[in-house]
Each structure stands twice: as structure tokens, then as C-alpha cells.
């Protein structure tokens, strides 16, 4: 690019030296065209200003909330301290609260529910990025999956209730734990079907994107489909499927409706991952409307907040996780 | 680069403006937004609104569609929990709330002006069980339900509940508690009841819309608890009188103050509401002295401030107010049964008449 200038040729590059016409009709065309340009410039300013603005709303969204929940969890940080968070009772009656059960849950079904999604969001990603990427069974399988995102989670949480509990309580009555049905590992199972999509659509496009010499290069030594896809499309595409397990993740962290429909709703530690337990975001749902105490409602926040920090947390120990893989 | 830095600047200023006027409002509380807004600033003087209690909801839509017809005047009631309707009313963003428990001491000191409550319906929490092999009704006393929720009795054929129910062959399956996981008007009446007849309960739990559950499982409200107690062999869960009847669900027979057995019913409700009721109508229905009463019933109130002049309301939506609750207490009692909520009794009906009498616009009475 460098040497268009000095062949003479010159290229979209080098604008700053177009040469203006001296006839009088040329300046006038010139003339015409600056204006334009003026007008390009402003408009240039004010998409500019319009996206700085966008971008600072977001932050200052995300600031804001951060701050309601600190401002209104204020009362309930001030009477628990920090005993709120390893606290095992939660007892409104008394207003003695303690999130614990609540954070042991929420980790237990969200962590246990991407070990179970993720061989499958892998393999869909894998099928329908590598193998068949065109076609009508995979743009059938394709939009299957898109649609299990798409169905509202109420639904997951009926179907949870009327069909998964059931088969849950018979594989308990198997195994020799409790058959309650509901609990732990139900939930787990129901987030584990929500959050497919999230990794899997990611996935796909990430592998999509994979550069077709290096897997030709690949192939043209010889590698089998399973070696391109083990030592170079995986490798090449760690981080960005990683990122969609941290989506997915995320999603499960948050997931209200489904799994308070098949958790069980008790605050005890759960003793293992077929009993009942109960997750911060479904706590809040169910007690919210009916806090009828300062610090009962306060500390419901205050469960958001501890929320907001876990779903944080997570998400920046990804962010590292992400950079480690690509700098190598 | 100077500009783009002016502009950068420039931009952060609006922003930070917004977010200071935005913070402004949500750090306030609602003490502050809530004098501009429905209550007062309502152009529609037609329009009445409302809030609190989901279990009223049926009863009150029915109620006021047919209120709607007859004088014009609409309501708008929305069903956000009873907790929910007590904050509006304190905040002022409605005219009247709704709940199914009365209000506690830190609510009342939180709010500002006296709140008067009058009772506009009663309803029953029942006891929904599932044993496939039991035909006959189940009985329960006191005790032994206390027993069952507490964790203690874990068998259906414990000792204890045979004696009860002689005669009834009572599997040796485990007991499975169905509790509600959401805050609730119906949790408050069922732990009501269960602290007064049970020290043990008392002490260790106590009483509330939701509380510390000893054992069992949460459903998310009537159908949650419901859909628990069907599923599961052996489960027992308690769910409002009105849900189970529409849903056929078998229930037991409870054992109330005089010793008798009583089948929940629209009928057994109202009586045990026929008692004496104090002066402010905040009295909990549970295990009362009346004979033929069943024992786990509450009122349901309808909240109001005392004083009706506030945020500048005018005379005439006081006095709208007022006559729609009278209403709602007399005529409007006629289409309970039919929801399968209890109809006031005359004792209630009574205490109501004189509760709405004292409440006062500018300090003289709105209805003579």
C-alpha cells in the first residue's frame, strides 16, 4: 500500500492528495464537494456523540442498578453485617436472615447444569458448524434449537413438573434417596435444556468462522475429519466457545421461573444434589410481593445484590480464563 | 482531539445529569413520587384504584364490574400481595389497599396518617392430602397437625393420627408437607393458627406470610402446592378453601375449639366469624369459640386512611370511595357464594357499617 503513492496511482488511501481542478467550473464542483464533505463531517459528529451516548447509558444503567441495591440493602447490611452471607437460617419471623442455602444452591443447580449441557451444546455446535453446515436437516435442527431458547420459562417449568419430577421420583425410588422428585438435580436438568442454545448458536458461528486454508492445509496433510476438527478447529475456536458456556452460564445463574417450579423451595442446606434446595433469584420471586418488614425486603435485596456480585464475579474469572487461551 | 474531547465531555455531562435526576427519584423513596401520582394527580375522577391482597382478586373483580353497573364507577385493582398493597396505600399511590392479614406494628409506624381496616370477606385454608387407599375423610385435631408440619409425626399411621380417624386403614407411607414457597395471606392464616393451638409451633416457627418451614416442600402458590400434593402419594399440604373446591381436591375434616370435627365449607366459614369482633375489626378467625366454626379461617381487609382528606383529594372521591366499600360490604356479599368465598357475617357486616362511619374528610364524617 505504500507504494501506490510512488507508482503514481493513487488509491482511496491517499485522499488528502486529490488535486483540485483550476477551471472555474472545476472549483465550483470542488466547492459543492466540500460543502458535501461538511455535512459528511457533521453527520460523522453526531453518530459519533449518538453511539458515546448509547455506550455511557449503558454504563451508567448498570452503575445505577448496582447502586439501588447497594442504597436498599442498606438496613439489612446494617442489622446482619457480614454473617448474611454464611448465615444458614432464614427465618422472617424472627428477621434472622442468611443467604448460604440459598448461594449453595443457586452455585450447585447453575454449575451442574452446564456439566450436563455442555457435551450436547458442543456437539450440536461441532454438527452444525463443521459436518453439515447447509442443508434441511440442519437448518431443521438449527432452528430447533433456536426455539428452545424462544420458549418462554414457565413452560419449561410446567413440562419440569408434570413430566421430568415424575421420572426424577422414579429413578430416586432406584437409587435409594429420598423420592421427593422435585429438587437439586430436577432443576439442574430443566437449566440444562434452557441453556443449550446459548453455547450451541455461539459455538456454531465461532466454528463457522474458522478459516478454511488452515483446515485445507490440515486436510491436505492428511488429517482425518475428527483430527481437523480436535487440533485445529477446537484450538482455534477455545475462546469464543467458551465465551458461550459463560453465557449460558449466566442464564442459568439468573433463572427464575422454571427452576423455582421443580427446586422445592426449602431453606435447608441441601444434603445432596437430589434434595430440595432453593436459588437467590427464586427466593426473591416467591417473597418478594409479601415482605411485609424493612429488613425482610432489604434483605431480599440484598439477595439480588450478592446475585448481581456471583453473576460478576463469574463472569470476570471467564474474561480471564478467555485472555489466558488466546495469548497463548 | 480537542473536539472529540469536548464532545466526550460534553456527553458525559447530559449523562450524568439524567443518571443524577434518575437516582434523585429511586434514592427518595416513595414518599416522594408517590404525592404526584394516581391517588391525586388522577384527572379521571371516575376511576378509582386499588391494590394488595390476589386472594380478593376474584371477589372484588366480580363485585366491582357489578358496582360498575349500577353507578358508573370504575376500578382499577390491581393483585400485587397483600405486603405489596400495604406499601402503596403508605405511599399514598392508591385509594384504598386490600389485605389478608391486618397491619403489623412496623408497618403502622412506618405510615403516616391512622389507616382504618374494614373486613369485606373471610375465606378458609384447608388441608389437601393425598392417600389413594383412604376413602373415608380424614380427620385431624390440633395437635396432631402441629405435629405433622413440625417434622415430628413422620408416618400416616403414627398412633396419634389412628386414634383419630378409628376404623380408617392408614397406610405406613411417609407424610410428604406441601408448603407455599411465595409470601402469603394464606401461609399467615394457616401459621396463625397453627401458634395458637401449638406452644411447640409458637416457639420454634412462629407466625407470618412465610416463614421458616421445619420440613417439607414449596409450591408457588394454590396450584404449586396443589400440584405437589397430587403428584405425590402420602403429601399433605394446606391450600385456600376456594382453590380446592374448584379443583376437587380431597380435604380433612378439622377439629375446632368445642371439640366437634368440621368440614370446611362457605357455611362453617361464616359461622365462625360470627363471633364478637372488637370495635377495629382486626381479629384473626382462627380457632374461635364458635361451635359449628371451622377453626382456619381469616378475614380479608380492605385498607383506607382514617382521614380522607390527603394530597389534596377532593370530597367527591371520598365520598365514591366510601360508598363503594359500603356496598362492598352489604349488596356485594350477595356474589361471595358463588366464588366460594364466605360471606360476612351480620357481626362483621356491623363492625364494617361503624368502621366506615368514622372515617372523616377534613375531619367531619363522609357518610351519615
Given amino acids: 500500500m505504500d507504494t501506490s503513492v510512488e507508482k503514481g496511482i493513487v ?12 477551471t472555474p467550473e472545476g472549483i465550483f464542483k470542488a466547492k459543492r464537494r466540500v460543502k458535501r464533505s461538511f455535512r459528511q463531517i457533521r453527520t460523522e459528529t453526531v453518530f459519533r456523540r449518538t453511539l458515546t451516548i448509547m455506550g455511557l447509558l449503558m454504563i451508567i444503567l ?73 442443508g434441511w436437516m440442519p ?17 419449561y417449568g410446567f413440562w419440569g413438573l408434570a413430566v421430568l419430577v415424575p421420572i426424577v421420583r422414579n429413578l430416586e425410588t432406584h437409587i435409594g434417596v429420598e423420592p421427593v422428585g422435585v429438587g437439586i438435580f430436577s432443576s439442574s436438568l430443566i437449566l440444562a435444556i434452557m441453556i443449550i442454545p446459548y453455547a ?22 492428511g488429517a482425518t475429519r475428527w483430527e481437523v476438527i480436535r487440533s485445529v478447529v477446537l484450538p482455534y475456536t477455545k475462546s469464543g466457545l467458551f465465551a458461550g458456556i459463560l453465557l449460558s452460564l449466566g442464564r442459568a445463574l439468573g433463572e427464575t421461573m422454571a427452576v423455582t417450579m421443580v ?66 | 482531539m480537542k473536539m472529540n474531547l469536548l464532545n466526550l465531555k460534553s456527553a458525559v455531562a447530559i449523562v450524568a445529569l439524567m443518571a443524577g435526576t434518575g437516582l434523585v427519584s429511586c434514592g427518595g423513596g416513595g414518599s416522594t413520587s408517590g404525592s404526584d401520582s394516581t391517588a391525586s394527580g388522577n384527572s379521571d375522577d371516575n376511576t378509582l384504584t386499588g391494590a394488595g391482597s390476589t386472594f380478593d382478586y376474584p371477589l372484588f373483580s366480580k363485585v366491582f364490574s357489578e358496582y360498575n353497573k349500577i353507578n358508573g364507577l370504575k376500578v382499577n385493582y390491581q393483585s400485587i400481595g397483600s405486603g405489596g398493597g400495604i406499601l402503596q396505600l403508605t405511599n399514598k399511590t392508591v385509594d384504598f389497599g386490600a389485605s389478608d392479614a391486618p397491619m403489623n406494628g412496623k408497618q403502622d409506624s412506618g405510615i403516616s396518617a391512622p389507616v382504618i381496616h374494614i373486613p369485606v370477606t373471610a375465606g378458609a385454608v384447608v388441608l389437601g392430602y393425598n392417600l389413594p387407599d383412604v376413602k373415608d375423610t380424614l380427620k385431624l385435631s390440633p395437635d396432631v397437625l402441629a405435629d405433622i ?68 416442600l414449596g409450591g408457588k402458590g394454590n396450584e404449586g402446592v396443589s400440584g405437589l400434593v397430587k403428584q405425590t402419594p402420602g403429601a399433605i399440604g394446606y391450600i385456600e378453601l376456594a382453590y380446592a373446591v374448584q379443583n376437587n381436591m380431597a380435604f380433612a375434616k378439622m377439629q375446632n375449639k368445642t371439640g366437634n370435627f368440621i368440614t370446611p365449607s362457605i357455611a362453617s366459614v361464616t359461622a365462625a366469624a360470627n363471633i364478637t369482633i372488637p370495635p377495629d375489626s382486626k381479629v384473626s378467625l382462627t380457632n374461635t369459640d364458635a361451635a359449628d ?54 357481626a362483621a357486616v356491623s363492625v364494617g357499617d361503624a368502621i366506615l362511619k368514622s372515617a372523616t374528610y377534613d375531619g367531619k364524617p363522609i357518610l351519615q
Avoid: C
Fill in chain 1, 11 to 22: 488509491t482511496r488511501n491517499d485522499l488528502p492528495l486529490r488535486v483540485i481542478n483550476s
Fill in chain 1, 62 to 134: 448498570v452503575l445505577g442498578i448496582l447502586l439501588t441495591l447497594i442504597i436498599q440493602s442498606l438496613p439489612s447490611i446494617k442489622s446482619l453485617g457480614l454473617k448474611y452471607l454464611w448465615g444458614k437460617v432464614w427465618d422472617p419471623v424472627q428477621d434472622i436472615y442468611g443467604a448460604w442455602p440459598f448461594l449453595l444452591g443457586t452455585l450447585l443447580s447453575s454449575f451442574l447444569a452446564l456439566i450436563i449441557s455442555i457435551p450436547f451444546s458442543l456437539a450440536v455446535a461441532v454438527f452444525l458448524g463443521e459436518y453439515f453446515p447447509k
Fill in chain 1, 139 to 155: 437448518d431443521f435442527l438449527k432452528n430447533a434449537v433456536e426455539l428452545i431458547a424462544a420458549v418462554p420459562s414457565v413452560i
Fill in chain 1, 200 to 221: 450451541a448458536s455461539l459455538g456454531r458461528s465461532m466454528i463457522q468462522m474458522v478459516p478454511s486454508p488452515l483446515k485445507e492445509a490440515a486436510y491436505g496433510l
Fill in chain 1, 263 to 328: 427446586i422445592g423451595n426449602t431453606s435447608l442446606i441441601p444434603k445432596n444434589i437430589f434434595a430440595p434446595g432453593n436459588t437467590m433469584a427464586s427466593v426473591i420471586a416467591n417473597e418478594f410481593t409479601e415482605a411485609d418488614k424493612p429488613v425482610y425486603l432489604s434483605a431480599l435485596i440484598e439477595l439480588g445484590l450478592v446475585l448481581f456480585l456471583v453473576t460478576v464475579v463469574i463472569n470476570l474469572i471467564g474474561k480471564k480464563i478467555i485472555d489466558r487461551f488466546t495469548n497463548e
Fill in chain 2, 149 to 216: 408440619f413440625l417434622g415430628t409425626i413422620t408416618k400416616w399411621n403414627d398412633p396419634k393420627i389412628t386414634a383419630l380417624n378409628k376404623g380408617v386403614k392408614l397406610p405406613a407411607t411417609a407424610i410428604l408437607i406441601a408448603h407455599r414457597s411465595d409470601g402469603s395471606g394464606t401461609t399467615n392464616i394457616f401459621t396463625t393458627y397453627l401458634a395458637k393451638v401449638s406452644k411447640d409451633w409458637n416457639t420454634k416457627v412462629g407466625k407470618g406470610s412465610a416463614v421458616n418451614w421445619p420440613a417439607g
Fill in chain 2, 293 to 346: 366454626g371451622y377453626p382456619i379461617s381469616g378475614f380479608s381487609w380492605v385498607l383506607i386512611y382514617k382521614e380522607q382528606k390527603y394530597n389534596n383529594r377532593s370530597l367527591d372521591r371520598a365520598t365514591k370511595l366510601l360508598k363503594l366499600l359500603s356496598w362492598t360490604i352489604h349488596d356485594g356479599q350477595q356474589f361471595s357464594g358463588a366464588l366460594n368465598y364466605a360471606p360476612l357475617s351480620p
